[in-house]
């Protein structure tokens, strides 16, 4: 039986692939994870659209100080050098370009990099875009991090987005419990997969054709 990867890992995976002297804005979710696992010897500044900008993991030995929170209302740090700002000031980082990367969760990416991330359209949920659609348009990049199904198996990769869309076109690689996909001009290619699952398997279980990478690395 294939084992998938934790939410704990796709955060560490995600975390050794940012480059050295990026500014990256963490989403809701599995994106706050990554704070924990930046490489020691990566110069690498945090942001939260509630206006941190060199924000650090929380400590769970601290009390709570609601003024020292992400975006997901956790307990964070500041690094030495860090800024607060307004949200005024922390929306035009988002919207004007000065984000390199910004780390998303997300409901449904299609086969273009279309972003459906806010709302699933079922009368019990509860619509929260927050600063996504920002993000989406204004980082220079946009990695998506979430499980490749739904619980009831369903794909979270899909043809064309079902949902409410947050962009079109902005999503430039997926991070799932089974693989690392980049979206390209020649469609979805598969750079890393978990170890055990086939390609064909991993085909199975995504709703947009996929291309085998010229390297693909195993996951573990």
């Known amino acids: 039986m294939v084992k998938?990867?934790?939410r704990q890992?796709?955060?560490q995976r995600v975390a050794g692939d940012i480059p050295d002297g990026y500014y990256v804005n963490l989403g809701i979710g599995i994106p706050t994870l990554v704070a924990r696992?930046?490489?020691d010897d990566r110069d690498v500044l945090l942001h939260t659209e509630n206006g941190i900008v060199g924000m650090g993991p929380g400590d769970p030995d601290a009390p709570l100080d609601l003024d020292l929170i992400n975006a997901s209302k956790e307990s964070v740090t500041l690094i030495p050098g860090s800024s607060i700002t307004d949200h005024v000031v922390s929306f035009a980082m988002m919207r004007g370009g000065h984000i390199d990367l910004t780390i998303l969760g997300a409901f449904q990416v299609s086969a273009s990099g279309d972003l459906a991330n806010w709302d699933t359209g079922h009368p019990e949920?509860?619509?929260?875009v927050g600063g996504a659609m920002d993000l989406a348009v204004g980082a220079k990049r946009v990695y998506v991090t979430m499980?490749?199904?739904t619980r009831d198996n369903a794909p979270k990769i899909v043809q064309q987005c079902t949902y409410p869309l947050t962009g079109y076109g902005v999503v430039d690689r997926i991070y799932t419990d089974l693989a690392v996909i980049d979206v390209?001009?020649?469609?979805l290619i598969v750079t890393g997969m978990v170890d055990g699952l086939r390609f064909d398997e991993l085909q199975?279980?995504?709703?947009?054709p996929l291309t085998p990478g010229d390297t693909i690395v195993r996951l573990s």
Do not use: N
Not at 125 to 128: D, M, R, T
Not at 184 to 187: D, K, S
Not at 204 to 208: D, F, N, P, Y
């Open 4 to 6: 998938k990867l934790s």
């Open 37 to 39: 696992y930046l490489p």
């Open 125 to 128: 949920a509860i619509p929260a």
């Open 9 to 11: 890992e796709i955060a």
């Open 147 to 149: 499980e490749h199904v």
């Open 184 to 187: 390209t001009q020649h469609g």
């Open 204 to 208: 199975a279980l995504t709703g947009a």
